[in-house]
């Protein structure tokens, strides 16, 4: 298991087992976001990883995502689990692109950070943040420049 340091506080990984969550716990983590859909792939079962949470002590937040369908709720969700779980937390997805949108969409729309600040810190972590601009554009596209 690889964790990033998004923020203060805030650490992001791919896809956890039950393992993952006893060292994240070990690290001190005390919440985690977990992004990734019910039963979107053979090696992910949501119900087992939130038991074993629970029984760490760790609390459980699951806000499902599918790539680039972030809903206003879905970034609404993620933003207020941001700012009212415990820290530090650990958000995470199968690769933790979902989950680098949601903070980067949460940070942007509910915390007024500037695009190119936060596509920057996307890019200094290593994940690319031309994936996300298009869904920073106002809705239906940029003006035309006519």
């Known amino acids: ?5 998004v923020e203060d506080g805030v650490g992001l990984s791919g896809a956890m087992t039950a393992e993952d969550l006893e060292n994240a ?5 005390q919440a985690l976001i977990c992004n990734r859909r019910p039963a979107e792939s053979a090696d992910h079962d949501e119900q087992a990883l939130a038991q074993k949470a629970q029984s760490l002590g760790l609390s459980w937040t699951c806000i499902p995502v599918a790539t680039g369908e972030y809903s206003d709720a879905d970034v609404a969700a993620f933003h207020e689990a941001l700012e009212t779980l415990p820290r530090p937390l650990l958000i995470f997805c199968r690769s933790g692109r979902r989950s680098i949108h949601l903070w980067a969409l949460a940070r942007i729309r509910h915390d007024g950070e500037q695009p190119e600040t936060v ?10 943040p031309e994936t996300l601009r298009p869904l920073l554009e106002p809705a239906g596209g940029s003006p035309d420049p006519e």
């Open 1 to 5: 298991m690889t964790i990033q340091q």
């Open 119 to 128: 596509l920057e810190r996307m890019r200094a972590l290593g994940h690319d």
């Open 25 to 29: 716990q070990q690290q001190g983590f």
